[in-house]
T-cell receptor
Framework: GNSVTQMEGPVTLSEEAFLTINCTYT??????LFWYVQYPGEGLQLLLK?????DKGSNKGFEATYRKETTSFHLEKGSVQVSDSAVYFC?????????FGTGTRLTIIP | DGGITQSPKYLFRKEGQNVTLSCEQN?????MYWYRQDPGQGLRLIYY???????QKGDIAEGYSVSREKKESFPLTVTSAQKNPTAFYLC?????????????FGPGTRLTVL
């Protein structure tokens, strides 16, 4: 079956630090890949996506590259802000269904 | 504004009672989904529907039921058969037939069984 494995949290960083949240997947086919963000008490918002190998998704300073050879879609940001504190979910989409990782809680300290 | 609404935001239920969670979308999306979120477990798919009057079970459908009488609406009933219903429930929708397309999520309903 399909599955997504992402970095265990929680992750705590100082403001302006570099962020990486690892995500790897297994899939029976060629999925689209997504990062969603969830702020406290809210639903999920799409952060970025990539639909084929070597595509780079980017938004709000976050980036992730679809690496087929390593089945990975790691999330990066060069300089995090306090407002980036949230839970981040990696997901794959295949046959109209999303499969999510367990989420990584990120806390940024001023 | 286009979007997905879920109501209520917080819901309390006594053990043994059925309860229905509302989900409405005005995005003209064909497909709608219900997920359950528990701490440390990510999101798990309960039911989904790709067309009016049709729906399929997801990974954890036991103890839940749905209906899709209108394109805009996809209510979820949590029945008394659901053994551990306390969770955060999220509804989503998307365009059908585009595997690259995004699922859009509502704000969620937090259900607590007393």
């Amino acid at each position: 079956g399909n599955s997504v494995t992402q970095m265990e949290g929680p992750v705590t960083l100082s403001e302006e630090a570099f962020l990486t949240i690892n995500c790897t997947y297994t899939a029976t086919g060629y999925p689209s890949l997504f990062w969603y963000v969830q702020y406290p008490g809210e639903g999920l918002q799409l952060l970025l996506k990539a639909t084929k190998a070597d595509d780079k998704g980017s938004n709000k300073g976050f980036e992730a590259t679809y690496r087929k050879e390593t089945t990975s879609f790691h999330l990066e940001k060069g300089s995090v802000q306090v407002s980036d504190s949230a839970v981040y979910f990696c997901a794959l989409k295949l046959n109209e269904k999303l499969t999510f990782g367990t989420g990584t809680r990120l806390t940024i300290i001023p | 504004d286009g979007g997905i609404t879920q109501s209520p935001k917080y819901l309390f239920r006594k053990e043994g009672q059925n309860v229905t969670l509302s989900c409405e979308q005005n995005l003209n999306h064909d497909a709608m989904y219900w997920y359950r979120q528990d701490p440390g477990q990510g999101l798990r798919l309960i039911y989904y529907s790709q067309i009016v009057n049709d729906f399929q079970k997801g990974d954890i459908a036991e103890g839940y039921s749905v209906s899709r009488e209108k394109k805009e609406s996809f209510p979820l009933t949590v029945t008394s058969a659901q053994k551990n219903p306390t969770a955060f429930y999220l509804c989503a929708s998307s365009i059908l037939g585009a595997s690259t397309d995004t699922q859009y999520f509502g704000p969620g309903t937090r259900l607590t069984v007393l």
